[in-house]
C-alpha cells in the first residue's frame, strides 16, 4: 500500500514539474532589408534554460531560428531594437524585416539664414536648407520622426514644427 502511496505520489510531482516548466515554441526571423537590423528578443531561452533578453544582428538577407519563451504577457514580443529605417512585421511564426517605405516631405525654412536639418534616428537625411527656400526630401516611418533644425554657420538650435496640409506633409523651420 505504501508503495502504490509513493509511486502514485511521484507521478503527481513529475506531472506537475511538467506543468510548470517553460513551454518554448520556434520562431524565425528574415531580414528582407538592405541593411544589418538589430532585434530585441524578451524570452529568449537559451539552450541550458537560462531565459534572458538578447539583442540579435541579424544581416540582409540572413534568416535565423531561435526559441522563445512563450510567455507574451510577461516578456514580449520580438521587436526592432532601436529606431531605423526598417519595418518589422510577424505572421505564423515568422517575424520579417523589410525597408520601411519612404514618404515625401518638403522643408521649408522660414528664417534668414541656411539650416541644416537633421533626424535623430536617422530616419531621413541631414539636408541643408538655404534662407527662405524649400528642398523636398524622403522620410522614412513618419510617425517615428523627431526633428531638429541648427543655422548652418554658429549651430544655433531653430524651432521645427511638421504639419500635415491636405495629403502634403511639411516640416517648418521658423
Keep these: ?7 502514485g505520489l511521484l507521478s503527481i510531482l513529475l506531472v506537475g514539474c511538467n506543468l510548470f516548466a517553460p513551454k518554448t515554441i520556434e520562431k524565425s526571423i528574415i531580414n528582407n532589408s538592405s541593411v544589418n537590423v538589430e532585434v530585441l528578443i ?18 540582409p538577407g540572413e534568416k535565423i531560428n531561435f526559441k522563445f519563451y512563450d510567455n507574451q504577457v510577461k516578456y514580449g514580443k520580438a521587436r526592432l531594437a532601436k529606431i531605423t529605417r526598417v519595418t ?26 541656411n ?10 537625411d541631414t539636408t541643408t536648407v538655404a534662407s527662405d527656400s524649400t528642398v523636398e526630401i524622403d522620410v522614412y516611418l513618419p510617425d517615428k ?3 531638429y533644425a541648427v543655422t548652418a554657420v554658429h549651430q544655433i538650435k531653430l524651432n521645427t514644427e511638421i504639419q500635415r496640409v491636405g495629403g502634403k506633409r511639411y516640416i517648418v523651420v521658423k
Design 1 to 7: 500500500m505504501k508503495k502504490v502511496i509513493f509511486i
Design 42 to 59: 524578451p524570452g529568449y531561452y537559451e539552450d541550458d534554460g537560462i531565459i534572458s533578453t538578447k539583442i540579435i544582428t541579424i544581416s
Design 88 to 113: 518589422m512585421s510577424y505572421d505564423d511564426g515568422l517575424y520579417t524585416i523589410q525597408d520601411a517605405i519612404p514618404v515625401k516631405y518638403t522643408i521649408f525654412n522660414m528664417t534668414t539664414q
Design 115 to 124: 539650416a541644416i536639418v537633421s533626424e535623430i534616428n536617422n530616419l531621413f
Design 145 to 147: 520622426i523627431n526633428v
